[in-house]
């Protein structure tokens, strides 16, 4: 039987987050060629917008699949089943809502185009039960595989609507669906395949659905104001300043996302892994040393990927309009870095026995954002827009930290360091040189890893 593993699941998701990445960024690219910049920022919120809306039907439901059935897998079909069911009911009133919503705020928007959105958001809502679950067995090649469908047949039918010289967003909406709906349907499919019915004993949480529910509460609450943590400052853009400005902002926010996709798929991997030890406070100490050591050896090396793919890529594949998009992409590459260091914390209180903080954590992160980008957007732009989401993720790592009772200081002392060194890039400056210190403590992870490799059977 497969378990969960930090390492091997983790570069699985990778692999095909950036595959799917990369072949999102062309899809992005054909968008931006095909559509007025106007209509693309339009395009881009009103797919968050309903993506934001619709992430409570989620419940925070795949969450709980994912850390309790490692400890459970032959109550695996029996589990996303029931979560499958319980996500059905809960989405009939955010489908009606969502509906009078968005045809109150974009009067003059096609009626086709939000429908096609909201189907979008909705099909995506209703994998994550069965993709969880996937991981939770130790499948997430399966999972991987799953996500990087999506995306292909995604792009696949945008380069079929430029060649054929459509410039509709809602043309572009409809193949975008099509991916979404072919993935959902063979998520299904192979979830039920791989899930097991051999063992029906699950945690007392799910004794009852209202058990059930009470237990993915804070999650739930939780995923409610995530989206918020990537999509706001689109959204403050949107009312404060223009569409333009979205564009311009989502261009370069795309290439933080392509790196993210690292920090992501650490995340999803290491929740069932320290799921699986939650009540054994030493196993679940080293894991999350473990984890903090890889992120400690991945930051230097995503500081200088990132920089140099963005700064030939953008000005390649995006016209002039687009050109200020490395400049910002520049400043949250600060946040990418503050990000990728709190993921040990930030999983730890996921998996732990008081889900609660992580809603806490959460909740700080937005409101903090939230009046950054208040302060700095109508002054700065764009540029404010992504320094109110650098603080974001600053709230991120150190409370984290905070509620998780560590004082750990070289975490703190890298984040500031790599802040300094992002800002030195952003403006060519060759101080940025500051930066190759950040190399000392990651040989030292190196060396702590490979010395595990050697005696750790989980690495």
């Known amino acids: 039987m497969r378990r969960p593993k930090l390492a091997r699941d983790t570069a699985w998701l990778a692999t095909s987050d950036g595959l799917a990445i990369i072949t999102g960024l062309i899809g992005q690219i054909i968008l931006a060629k095909a559509l007025l910049q106007s209509e693309y920022g339009l395009l881009v919120v009103i797919l968050d917008a309903f993506a934001t809306m619709y992430i409570l039907i989620d419940a925070g439901l795949p969450t709980i699949l994912a850390r309790d059935i490692p400890r459970h897998p032959g109550a695996s079909r029996l589990a996303v089943q029931r979560v499958l069911r319980l996500q059905f009911y809960i989405s009939i009133p955010f489908l009606l809502l969502s509906g009078f919503i968005a045809t109150s705020i974009w009067k003059d928007v096609e009626f086709e185009l939000l429908i096609i959105c909201a189907s979008i958001a909705f099909g995506q809502i209703m994998s994550y039960p069965h993709k969880a679950m996937l991981r939770a067995l130790g ?30 967003p809602t043309i572009f909406a409809c193949g975008f669906s099509i991916g979404v709906f072919i993935s959902l349907i063979a998520t299904l499919c192979l979830g039920e395949w791989f899930s097991r019915n051999d063992n029906p004993d699950l945690p007392l949480d799910w004794k009852s659905n209202k058990s059930l529910v009470m237990a993915a509460l804070p999650f739930a609450i939780t995923l409610g104001v995530l989206p918020y943590v990537t999509k706001l400052q689109k959204f403050l853009l949107a009312w404060l300043s ?48 473990l984890a903090h050591h890889w992120t400690v050896v991945i930051l230097p090396i ?13 000005p390649t594949f995006f016209n002039n309009d687009y050109s200020d998009a490395v400049q910002i992409f520049d400043i949250l590459l600060a946040g990418w870095a503050m990000t990728l260091l709190s993921i040990p914390w930030y999983v730890a209180l996921q998996a732990g026995n008081n889900p609660w903080r992580f809603t806490g954590l959460i909740s700080l992160i937005v409101i ?57 890039i952003s403006i060519e400056s060759w101080l940025a040189l500051v ?20 005696n750790s059977e989980e690495e």
């Open 302 to 314: 995503g500081l200088i990927a990132g920089h140099s793919i963005v700064y030939f890529a953008v």
């Open 368 to 424: 903090f954002s939230s009046i950054a980008g208040w302060l700095l957007i109508p002054q700065y732009g764009v540029m404010g827009a992504a320094w109110a989401s650098v603080i974001g993720c600053s709230v991120m790592l150190s409370v984290s930290k905070l509620l998780c009772g560590d004082d750990e200081l070289l975490t703190d002392g890298l984040a500031i360091l790599s802040v300094i060194t992002c800002y030195f």
């Open 242 to 289: 223009n569409y333009d400005d979205v564009g311009l902002y989502h261009v370069a926010q795309l290439a933080w996302i392509a790196g993210l996709m690292l920090p992501q798929a650490m995340r999803a991997a290491l929740l069932p892994y320290l799921g699986e030890v939650r009540n054994d406070e030493k196993q679940f100490a080293n894991r999350m040393s």
């Open 139 to 168: 499948e997430a090649r399966i999972e991987s595989g799953l996500k990087l469908l999506e995306r292909l047949l995604t792009t696949g039918f945008y380069w079929i609507f430029l060649s054929n010289g459509y410039d509709s």
């Open 435 to 454: 930066g190759v210190i950040i190399a000392i403590p990651a040989k030292n992870s190196i060396d702590f890893l490979l010395h595990q490799y050697g």
